[in-house]
């Protein structure tokens, strides 16, 4: 879809309203440059333009395609490609929408193909029509309005990433465990992001270089150059950190596991006491409930009953005992503590 299609000659725009197509096609011959704007255009629309102003069909592939990483791309007839990667953060899903942008540059027209919803540049096209000091700078100008918009957006973008993390951080940092999932998903999207806006140095950098841009835009090429570089060094470094909470929270889960473990063995040795003390009279209780003549002949008094009783509570927990106290002997050593297997420095005595 054909959104704007403008000719602008001698810093101003030459007419109200979008132009036909075949029409701003011949306007390029009249001096000035057009800039027409597509967003996400029909394969017929891209192939009405290829003919119309001779774009190489390499270069129409690449405007069809979504691309991980902005480039820059010459071609012999003098045409330039460059590809940006746009970003905006949605506060409801919390994530990043990313968004592509298809500039086909040269010297009498510069064509826009937009793809994703984080791609508009009707503010770009409306500030850059403000300045007719850079307009008469051809067409090269309108390069730096789109880039000058795609780095300001990324900014917010930073900031709202920055949140996260921190309370990402916070969370984990307290000792807490959180979410395992949210950090991968947050190091995802600051994976992506970083992929955006890196490669877009090297773009930046190009149009520094002497006969890559007039004179008169290399200023604002780097402005724009150093609030990218600025934006580059913040991504990187919320990826190292999201690294760090992503292992610390590894480390907490850890310690949380190990607190579980140990209550469930001091359960578990609650209850094989348990278990051992009640042995010796489960084994009473079940020698006594049997019937035999020779047991029912022989117990004919309390005294009797209660020898036995003793003897059959006391033998067992004796031997159990003893069996305990060997079975210690027999484990092996405690392993030294960390920071302490450093052998002790000689003590100095005085003569």
């Known amino acids: 879809m054909i959104v704007d299609c403008a000719h602008y000659r001698d810093g101003r725009r030459q007419h109200e309203g979008a132009m036909p197509l075949e029409q701003a096609a011949e306007r390029c011959k009249q001096g000035g440059f057009v800039w027409l704007g597509m967003f996400e255009p029909a394969p017929e629309e891209l192939a009405r333009v290829r003919e119309c102003f001779g774009l190489h069909e390499l270069a129409v592939e690449d405007a069809r395609a979504f691309h ?14 460059i590809i940006l990667r746009t970003a905006r953060y949605d506060d409801e899903r919390e994530e990043i929408d990313t968004g592509e942008i298809s500039v086909f540059l040269a010297e009498h027209f510069v064509i826009t193909v937009r793809q994703g919803i984080a791609s508009e540049l ?33 900014a917010p973008v930073v900031g709202e990433l920055e949140r996260d993390i921190e309370q990402i951080e916070a969370t984990v940092f307290s000792g807490a465990v959180a979410p395992t999932e949210r950090i991968y998903s947050l190091r995802r999207e600051a994976t992506d992001f970083y992929r955006a806006v890196h490669p877009l140095l090297a773009v930046l950098t190009r149009r520094l270089q002497p006969g890559k841009s007039p004179a008169e835009l290399r200023p604002y090429f780097r402005d724009v150059h150093d609030h990218l570089l600025l934006v580059n060094e913040e991504v990187a470094a919320q990826r190292d950190l999201l690294a760090t909470v992503l292992e610390a929270n590894i480390a907490v889960i850890s310690v949380e596991q190990n607190k579980i473990n140990l209550r469930q063995s001091d359960t578990m040795e609650r209850l094989t006491i348990l278990a051992s003390v009640f042995l010796p009279l489960s084994f009473v209780v079940g020698f006594f409930g049997q019937n035999f003549d020779w047991l029912v002949r022989s ?44 052998p002790r420095a000689p003590a100095v005595t005085g003569r």
């Open 299 to 342: 117990i004919s008094s309390f005294t009797a009953f209660l020898v036995l009783t003793v003897c059959g509570l006391l033998v067992p927990c004796l031997l159990l005992y003893v069996w305990l106290r060997r079975r210690r002997r027999h484990l092996p050593p405690p392993a030294p503590e960390v920071g302490n297997t450093a």
């Open 68 to 81: 991980l990483r902005p480039k820059a791309e010459q071609y012999e007839d003098g045409t330039e490609l």
């Open 122 to 154: 009707h503010g770009a096209r409306s500030r850059l029509e403000r300045r007719p000091e850079l307009l008469r700078a051809g067409s090269s100008s309108t390069l730096w309005a789109i880039l000058d918009q795609v780095v300001d957006t990324y």
